[in-house]
Each structure stands twice: as C-alpha cells, then as structure tokens.
C-alpha cells in the first residue's frame, strides 16, 4: 500500500521519502509513479535545503575552479582582471573584484555574478 505524501518534519520522514525514491526511481515517465517521484523529490530537496543549507561559495574559489575545468593561466586572466599583479592579488585575496572584474569575469568565464560580488573569504576565515 502506498502511503499518503506529508510535510518532511524530522529525520525518520526524510529516510522513508527517499526509500521512496529510491523504489520509484525507474517509474515510467508520465506514469502516477513518476509523478509521486517528482513530488517526493521536491520534498526531500527543499527539506535537505533547510536541513543543511550551504553557504554561497568564495569568488576566489570559484575562480580557480573555472580556471582548473577550462585549463586556463593566471596570464589568461590578465584581460579580465589587470595585470599580472593585480590577479595575484586577486586570487591571493589582498584584493577585492571591482564591477568591472565581475562583469568580464562574468561575460567570458560564465561565472555567476551573484557569487562573484560575495566578499572573498580572508585567511583566517578559512582556517
């Protein structure tokens, strides 16, 4: 028997909504089963989000990373921030993004801009 869906109040709700999930995982798309997962899914996914919510990440951090997937310098940045000084300065936080930094870094490197205009995350923050 199927069990009526409810709010996700408490651990043991969210353990049985995704054995749940996890039996329904291969429904046939647009069957009554495929969409029990749907609704169950965005349960768990909104109680996960206030259960564990994540911070934004560091511009810093989301900048390496770009640089790391797409194989680029710091030398590949020096048209989106400055010179090679200023990037040095960037990614080793002694500076912050300028508008300017977040729009190229933005319009070239498709980094969102609402993670770029967070404040870096300092040293000591991070330790």
Sequence with gaps: MVSEIRPLRCEADHEAALQQIAALWDAPAGSAEADRLD???TLVDAWEARQYPMDPPD????????????????????????????????????????????????????IPADILIQPSRTASART
């Design 59 to 110: 511009p810093v951090e989301a900048i390496r990373f770009r640089m790391e997937s797409e194989g680029l310098t710091r030398k590949d940045l020096e048209p989106l921030i400055g010179s090679r000084t200023r990037v040095s300065e960037v990614l080793n936080r002694k500076r912050g993004l300028s508008i300017e930094m977040i729009r190229r870094l933005h319009d070239r490197l498709g």
């Design 39 to 41: 609704v169950l899914a």
